[in-house]
């Protein structure tokens, strides 16, 4: 039996907003509902509603600048930095920048369309 696993065609979320998510190990990915991992690309002005997951998420910066608006507060991450934010907490995460942003989300468990209590 494999004690391992090699993504080499990871689910492409479907957006109508531009945004490039790539999940290679979560719910829609792999059935795992411990951890989602999705390398994504957030376009120019790209945001999203205010949100409070039920999970915790971590993101890193490989390329670009992304900001997240946490309790009322922003902050602006660049390449090479990370950030975890802890499950029930209100973010919004946008890209009010004039480059792409490339990153990796890891979600723990994993992402749940369910759990993320976005505003409307």
Partial sequence: MKKYFVQKSPFVV???DGKLIEEHHGMASTQNANVSIAHMIAPPHWSEPFQTPEFD?????????KQFII???AIILESGQSIHILKNTRVQYSNPFE???EYLAVCLPAFDFNKVHREA
Avoid: R
């Fill in 71 to 73: 309790e009322g507060e």
């Fill in 14 to 16: 479907p957006t109508d």
């Fill in 57 to 65: 998420e971590y993101t890193y910066i490989i390329k670009g600048k």
């Fill in 99 to 101: 480059e792409p942003c």
